[in-house]
């Protein structure tokens, strides 16, 4: 047997009566973040790879009331609801500066080394 469960962070949750425990989106809402940076973020989340299952059902925003999404979404790191980037966009919720600096990594070309090889040397099956 392969054993490759691999830990994910779970971030983006929020508080309510039946789940006391996790953050205010309102205390961490930050109306003087930059709004490039916000974007940045919001596209971040919106970018991940979903999860193949969906949540036990569709989430309403804590702040507005509005629908928002049932899927969860991964980065291979952390692992978000997808209604995550509505709060960082629309209600400029500031997610930890650990966050903000994956999504500036990522947003950045110079970041990233391509491997042009391993594709181009790889045979057809059979
Ligand atoms: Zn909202």
Redesign the pocket.
């Known amino acids: 047997m392969v054993d490759a469960r691999s830990s994910l962070r779970l971030i983006g949750y929020w508080w309510s009566h039946d789940a006391p425990e996790w953050p205010r989106p309102q205390d961490w809402s930050d109306p003087y973040w930059s709004l490039e940076e916000r974007d940045l973020v919001a596209l971040y989340l919106e970018s991940g790879q979903h999860m193949p299952y969906a949540t036990a059902g569709l989430s309403l ?1 804590r ?2 009331d ?1 629908p ?1 999404g049932s899927l969860e979404f991964t980065d291979g790191v952390f692992l978000w609801p997808q209604g995550l980037a ?2 960082v966009r ?2 400029s919720v500031r997610l930890p500066d650990e966050i903000i600096k994956r999504a500036q990594q990522w947003a950045e070309p110079m970041n990233w080394e391509v491997d042009l090889t391993w594709w181009r040397e790889q045979k057809a099956r059979g």
């Open positions: 925003c702040l507005c509005k928002n509505h709060y629309e209600h």
